[in-house]
């Protein structure tokens, strides 16, 4: 079993910045495929990034530019740098990852945009 504990999320204005964590423990010994979804209220959940264990990383093209996931694989943690947030980017952020073939889900994290 592998546990994820995401972390740092807020209410913040337009234009601010906010970094989310997501800490991995348990059966893992490396974060290996690390997704970041979102879903806003009455929406589907939207993926968007994924970062492979070969380097590849994909945006959604609404946070290209402004959003950055990293990995700190010294401490299995995860992270998703946001900046310039728009009130469109108002959602619970779940953090997924990979792990022989199952997949495991953060519990989310509520980022709230005001204008």
């Known amino acids: 079993q592998v546990q994820l504990v995401e972390s740092g999320g807020g209410l913040v204005q337009a234009g601010g910045s906010l970094r989310l964590s997501c800490a991995a423990s348990?059966?893992?010994?490396?974060?290996?495929?690390l997704r970041w979804y979102r879903q806003a209220p009455g929406k589907q959940r939207e993926l968007v990034v994924t970062?492979?264990?070969?380097?590849?990383?994909n945006y959604v093209d609404s946070v290209k530019g402004r959003f950055t996931i990293s990995r700190d694989n010294a401490k299995n943690t995860g992270y998703l740098q946001m900046n310039n947030l728009r009130v469109e980017d108002t959602a619970v952020y779940y953090c997924?990852?990979?792990?022989?073939?199952?997949?495991?889900w953060g519990q989310g994290t509520q980022v709230t945009v005001s204008s």
């Open positions: 997924n990852v990979v792990e022989l073939g199952a997949n495991y």
């Open positions: 348990g059966s893992i010994y490396r974060i290996n495929v």
């Open positions: 970062s492979s264990g070969g380097g590849g990383i």
